[in-house]
């Protein structure tokens, strides 16, 4: 469901936008008053692969998943990221297309932009493309280390990070869905997801609350591999 204006106007005088927040007031007003405001709803594809990019779109509170195609037409997620990050970094490499779907993992509200003003902010404001260019770089460091957390973590510990890093970035895993979007993201199945969730219930590290799933942190840090702590250490 939607969020009422109400709660819109109050996320957006929140602006927790961690990208555009090293910014002078001016340059991000700019940006600001180019976008509009919108809201994603937990497994919204925002980005299909082998597309260009329309938009820009900068997270407020969502966290948005890149999502890779395997060979059995499965996608397994590859990065997460949320009001640190940005999608539409092909438009500004004038890139004719990009290999991954992007996937809301947990709903709230992004600004929007038009390619071509986006591409008008980025090359008129050095400081915003040393901004992109160091989230593009934490980016590629967190795709290389949960490919070798895949190969070499179990299920249980993945989804553990998994979890954390979707607080880490103010998102709620929403009960309803939580599971087969889980199970995409960690290229698992709904049994075993839901086998590895009632673990962690087991443990305490999570709880059900109506209609979140609700985290203990210093349990679940327990949980999880070493991976979560290296990816929270180089994270922008």
């Not at 980005?47 to 260009?52: H, I, K, V």
């Not at 890149?66 to 990221?81: K, P, T, Y």
């Not at 071509?116 to 050095?126: I, K, T, V, Y």
Request: charged share 25%; proline share 3%; aromatic share 4%.
């Amino acid at each position: 469901m939607r969020p009422d204006a109400a709660a819109e106007q109050s996320v957006v005088e929140r602006d927790a936008t961690g990208l555009l927040a090293e910014l002078a007031v001016h340059e991000r007003n700019a940006i600001h008053r180019a976008s509009q405001v919108q809201f994603c709803a937990a497994g919204d594809i925002l980005l299909r692969a082998n597309s260009p990019s329309r938009f820009a779109v900068f997270p407020i509170n969502a966290v948005l998943s890149v999502m890779r195609q395997v060979r059995d037409e499965r996608a397994i997620a590859v990065g997460l990221f949320g009001n640190e990050g940005m999608l539409g970094i092909d438009i500004v490499l004038e890139t004719k297309s990009q290999p991954d779907d992007v996937m809301v993992q947990s709903a709230g509200f992004v600004y929007s932009m038009v390619a071509e003003d986006w591409r008008h902010q980025f090359d008129g404001n050095g400081r915003l493309q040393r901004s992109i260019l160091a989230f593009t770089h934490s980016l590629l460091g967190q795709v290389a280390q949960n490919g070798v957390c895949s190969r070499h973590h179990t299920l249980g510990q993945r989804l553990a990070k998994w979890l954390l890093m979707i607080d880490d970035r103010s998102g709620a895993i929403e009960v309803g869905k939580s599971k087969p979007l889980l199970a995409g993201a960690l290229a698992s199945d709904q049994p075993g997801i839901e086998r590895a969730l009632s673990e962690l219930v087991s443990r305490s590290a999570i709880a059900n609350r109506k209609d979140r799933i609700v985290i203990q942190r210093d349990l679940l840090e327990t949980s999880a591999c070493e991976c979560y702590e290296a990816l929270r250490t180089n994270r922008v």
